[in-house]
Each structure stands twice: as structure tokens, then as C-alpha cells.
């Protein structure tokens, strides 16, 4: 249950974040819509994370905040794109496993699973960079999306995925039209 509602927060949160627009900078929810609870950051269990970084700080361009071993049997890695107290991206790997993990699967997510979006101003040439990564298998290309806005609008968007080392589904977006709730 905990679990559910943590990654329909994560999903609201990606949803907002993408129809905020390329140009939208993260800020603060008005003190009068405030509640007591936000959501740091977001942790994935990876096989290897020196398999990981690659495409999360070098070819996303995250920046590492935090890299350490914890008690000996966990390191512990995240990364932050604007912001460092939201929308922090863990990256956490059991040092101490004693059977091999099961190869990664490759498939769109399925109930139980997630998606990170991220969206990307420079997707146009940053593609390249993340296509050229080691352990980043290609689901789809850029390509323009319609997305339905509302009064019959359209929200134009350059949408390409990928799936990380660990078989995680990643979409990166370039809006390029105006955000929904927002102005014409």
C-alpha cells in the first residue's frame, strides 16, 4: 500500500515535471497548498553501479551528491539534476549478495514496475551521447508526440526512451510547445 501510493506520488510528480515545460524551473508549492510530506528522492536497486553511472552522471549529466559504502554491505550513490532536496535519484547496490542477480529484462513497464522521466532541453544532441553508452539498450528514438491539452489542444513533445543496465524504463522528453496549465 505504501509502496502504491509512493509511486503514484513519483508518477504525479514526472507527470508535472514534463508538463511544466523545458524552460520551467522547480519551485515551491504555495505555502497555502503546502502539505507535510515531500518526496526526496527516488532509489533504484541496481546489479552494478559503476555499470549505472555511466548513463545517470555522464551522459544525463546528473551530479553526484552523495557516494558511500554503508556498514559494508550497501553503496549508496544519488544524484540530483536542479534540485537538491526533491527529485534526488538513488542508485543503491547490495555489495554483500551471495547468489547472482537475474539478468536484466527489457520491456515496458508493467504493474509493479516504474518509469523515470526525465525531460531534457538538449535532447536533440544529447540523444547521441546517451545512445553511444555502454549497457543502454534503445526502445525508441526521438520522435514527435501529440499529446492531447486541454479545450482540444495538442502538447507537441520530442519523446525517446531507453532502458538502463538494470532493465529500468527511462523516457526522455523535449517539450516543444506550451505546458499544459498554462497560457497560450
Known amino acids: 500500500m505504501i509502496r ?23 519551485a515551491p508549492v ?68 551471495t547468489e547472482p542477480a537475474s539478468p536484466p529484462v527489457f520491456r515496458k513497464a508493467q504493474p509493479g514496475g516504474l518509469i523515470l522521466v526525465f525531460n531534457l532541453q538538449d535532447l536533440d544532441t544529447r540523444f547521441e551521447r546517451i545512445k553511444s553508452t555502454p549497457h543502454v539498450t534503445i526502445a525508441e528514438a526521438p520522435k514527435r508526440i501529440d499529446y492531447p491539452g486541454a479545450g482540444g489542444s495538442t502538447i507537441p513533445v520530442m519523446f525517446s526512451a531507453v532502458w538502463d543496465a538494470d532493465g529500468n524504463f527511462i523516457e526522455m522528453n523535449k517539450l516543444l510547445g506550451t505546458p499544459a496549465g498554462t497560457e497560450r
Not at 544519488?78 to 555489495?95: H, S, T, W
Open 30 to 97: 504555495p505555502e497555502s497548498e503546502r502539505i507535510p510530506v515531500d518526496l526526496r528522492r527516488t532509489t533504484l536497486v541496481v546489479r552494478d553501479i559503476d555499470r549505472s553511472l555511466p548513463l545517470y552522471r555522464d551522459a544525463l549529466g546528473l551530479k553526484v551528491i552523495y557516494d558511500q559504502v554503508i556498514g559494508g554491505t550497501t553503496r549508496l550513490v544519488l544524484l540530483r539534476a536542479n534540485d537538491d532536496f526533491i527529485g534526488v535519484l538513488g542508485l543503491m547496490q547490495r555489495l554483500n549478495l
Open 4 to 26: 502504491t501510493q509512493a509511486l503514484r506520488s513519483l508518477f504525479f510528480v514526472l507527470v508535472t515535471l514534463v508538463a511544466l515545460g523545458s524552460t520551467a524551473s522547480a
